[in-house]
C-alpha cells in the first residue's frame, strides 16, 4: 500500500499515514476530509499517467497545478504547503523540505525527473499496478437533475470528470441489463440510452430526474461502483478520442525514434486496469438509514470481488460507521459463529478482514487513528461525544416532563 505525507493544505496540518485497502475518514465540517480525498485521487492518478506516458508535466504545468485546478484547491496552498505520496509504481513529491531526507521508497529506480524546483518524480524498473481511478464527489446529485448537462461542460474539473464517467456508466444498463438498486426492490436503466429510468416496487417508472433526492443521490453511485468494479474488466475498453490520435501521432514518429516506441506501450498498457481506486465523498448523501447500512455491504462485497479495487470514504454518519464496524467483526468472528446465526445477519456477505480498514477522525489538522489496537474494532469518536451529549441534555430534562393525565 502507498504512503501519504500532506502537510499545510487548507485545513490540514500534519498527516502521515500509510493508506489501506479500506480508508474511512471521520470529522466536523470544514475540518479536511475532503482535502485529504482529493489529494489521494489526485495522487491514485498521478501514478497511473506518469506511467502512461512518461513527457505529461514541464515547467509551468507542474503536476500541482492539475491538482489545485481539477479540485479547485488553490487557495490551499500555502509556502510551506507539502505533499510525498510514496505508491508501488511512483514516488512523487512536492516542495518537499531541502533539510528533510526524502523516505526514498526502496524500490529500484528506473529514471526521476525533476520538472522544476517544487516537484520530483521517481519512478520503478517495472510498472506493478495501473489503476482506474473515480472520484465521486459530494454534489453528485446534479447529474440527475440535469440529464444533458454534458452539452455544457467546459472546464476539467472533478464534477465534469465524474459527470462524464457517469454519462459511460449508465448506458451500460438497458432494459434487458437493469441494475438492483441494494435491498429497496427497484431497478435502473437507461432507456435507448437517453432516459435514465428507475422501476418502482409497486410497479410503473419514474424518470431519474424526477425520483426522489435519495434516489438521485445512489443511482450515480450505484452505477458507476457496478461498473467501475466489474463491468469494466469483462469489456474491451476502447480508445478515447484523445488517445487514438495520440497513438496515431506516435506510430508515424515511431520510425525517426526507437525511443517512442516504449512511450506506444505504455499507453496501450494504460488501458489495461488493473484494479480501480474509489473516493467517496459522504456516501450517506439523502439516504435513510438502513440504505446508509446497506450501501456499505455493497460497498465491501463488490470491492472484494477477486481484483485489489481500493476504497477511501469521507462521512459524517454514524450509520456508515457502524456498518463498517459490523463487518470487521464480522471478519473476525464469522468462522466461529453457527451458520444459522450468520445467516441472519444483514451484513453476512459482506465480512471484511479488519487489518485492510482504516478509521480517522481528524482533530485540529491532524488525523487520530480510532481503531481499538486490541479488539480491531472502531473505538471512541466524535459520533460517540455527540450522542453523549444530547442525552446528557435528554436526561436532564426529563425529570420535569409533566404526562397528562388521560
Same mark, same amino acid.
Given at each position: +500500500?502507498?504512503?501519504? #505525507? #500532506? ?71 500555502? !509556502? ?104 429497496? /426492490? ?7 440510452? #437517453? ?7 409497486? /410497479? ?25 468494479? =466489474? /463491468?469494466?474488466?469483462? !469489456? ?8 487514438? !490520435?495520440? &497513438? ?23 488501458? &489495461? ?32 470481488? /477477486? ?21 470487521? #467483526?464480522?471478519?473476525?468472528?464469522? =468462522? ?48 460517540? =461525544? ?6 446528557? =441534555?435528554?436526561?436532564?430534562? +426529563? ?8
Amino acid at each position: +500500500m502507498a504512503r501519504l #505525507i #500532506i502537510r499545510n493544505i487548507g485545513p490540514i496540518k500534519d498527516v502521515d499515514i500509510e493508506l489501506n485497502k479500506v480508508n474511512v475518514f471521520i470529522g466536523e465540517q470544514s475540518s479536511g476530509k475532503s482535502t485529504i480525498a482529493k489529494i489521494v485521487s489526485f495522487c491514485s492518478w498521478l501514478e497511473k499517467t506518469v506511467n502512461k506516458d512518461d513527457v505529461v508535466f514541464a515547467k509551468g504545468k507542474e503536476a500541482y497545478r492539475r491538482l489545485q485546478t481539477y479540485h479547485h484547491i488553490q487557495s490551499y496552498f500555502r !509556502e510551506n504547503s507539502v505533499i510525498c505520496y510514496l505508491g508501488d509504481n511512483l514516488a512523487y513529491a512536492y516542495n518537499w523540505p531541502n533539510h528533510e531526507t526524502f523516505p526514498y521508497p526502496g524500490w529500484e529506480v528506473k529514471h526521476t525527473e525533476h520538472f522544476s524546483e517544487d516537484e520530483v518524480f521517481l519512478y520503478p524498473a517495472s510498472k506493478v499496478v495501473n489503476p482506474k481511478v473515480i472520484y465521486i464527489p459530494a454534489e453528485r446529485n446534479f447529474v440527475s437533475v440535469v440529464p444533458n448537462l454534458q452539452k455544457y461542460a467546459e472546464e476539467d474539473d472533478n464534477l465534469m470528470e465524474f459527470l462524464l464517467s457517469w454519462q459511460e456508466a449508465r448506458k451500460k444498463y438497458s432494459v434487458s441489463h437493469k441494475l438492483a438498486l441494494l435491498n429497496l /426492490g427497484m431497478n435502473f436503466y437507461s432507456q435507448d440510452g #437517453i432516459s435514465n429510468v428507475v422501476d418502482l416496487p409497486e /410497479g410503473g417508472a419514474v424518470a431519474l430526474e424526477a425520483a426522489s433526492s435519495g434516489l438521485q443521490s445512489v443511482v450515480p453511485l450505484l452505477t458507476l461502483i457496478d461498473w467501475l468494479a =466489474d /463491468g469494466i474488466y469483462k !469489456e474491451n475498453k476502447p480508445y478515447s478520442f484523445e488517445e487514438i !490520435e495520440k &497513438i496515431k501521432h506516435l506510430i508515424n514518429e515511431v520510425a525517426k525514434d526507437d525511443s517512442l516506441k516504449e512511450r506506444l506501450a505504455g499507453i496501450i498498457s494504460g488501458k &489495461i486496469y488493473t484494479h480501480t481506486q474509489f473516493v467517496i465523498e459522504e456516501p450517506e448523501q439523502n439516504l435513510f438509514p438502513t440504505t446508509q447500512r446497506d450501501l456499505v455491504y455493497y460497498l465491501l462485497r463488490t470491492i472484494n470481488h /477477486g481484483r485489489k479495487h481500493r476504497l477511501v470514504v469521507t462521512t459524517h454518519s454514524p450509520y456508515i460507521l457502524h456498518a463498517f464496524n459490523n463487518s470487521m #467483526i464480522l471478519g473476525q468472528v464469522g =468462522d466461529e459463529m453457527p451458520d444459522d446465526m450468520k445467516n441472519d445477519l444483514d451484513c453476512k456477505d459482506a465480512a471484511v478482514n479488519p487489518d485492510f480498514v482504516s478509521v480517522w477522525q481528524i482533530k485540529e489538522g491532524c488525523l487520530v487513528g480510532i481503531k481499538d489496537s486490541k479488539t480491531k474494532t472502531i473505538g471512541k469518536h466524535y459520533f460517540n =461525544d455527540v450522542m453523549n451529549d444530547l442525552l446528557d =441534555d435528554y436526561y436532564q430534562m +426529563m425529570p420535569f416532563i409533566k404526562i397528562a393525565k388521560s
